[in-house]
């Protein structure tokens, strides 16, 4: 069993940096982090393999957030920069029970959930 307990958000203002930590219990494989806007579906932002050897982005966030994780310390991070407004939302971090990372955007193949961090971005 796995269980995934996110950190980090917040309020800041467009341009800011914020960095998200999913702290984890268990053995985690393949990780991402997803967020969900109000009043609208929960989309992926960022995947990273088991060994942390391949990254994924969504294009809204590719070159301003950077996924990574230390096996060592069960915890993954989500590095965010240049935020804007958009980036606003609650912010899950995700687990497989699998090491594959195909479909890594799909939510449905991620097994494991954490509570989610709200991150406000202002303008």
């Known amino acids: 069993q796995v269980q995934l307990v996110e950190s980090g958000g917040g309020l800041v203002q467009a341009g800011d940096s914020m960095r998200l930590t999913c702290a984890a219990s268990?053995?985690?494989?393949?990780m991402a982090w997803f967020r969900q806007a109000p009043g609208q579906d929960r989309e992926f932002v960022a995947a990273?393999?088991?060994?942390?050897?391949?990254?994924y982005y969504a294009n809204s966030v590719e070159g301003r957030f950077t996924v990574d994780r230390d096996n060592t310390r069960n915890t993954m991070w989500l590095q965010m920069n240049t935020l804007i407004p958009s980036d606003t939302g609650v912010y899950y971090c995700?687990?497989?029970?699998?090491?594959?990372?195909?479909?890594?955007?799909?939510?449905?193949?991620?097994?494991?959930w954490g509570q989610g961090t709200e991150v406000t971005v202002s303008s």
């Open positions: 995700a687990a497989r029970s699998t090491t594959s990372s195909r479909d890594y955007d799909r939510d449905e193949l991620y097994a494991y």
């Open positions: 268990g053995r985690p494989f393949s």
């Open positions: 990273i393999t088991w060994r942390g050897g391949s990254t």
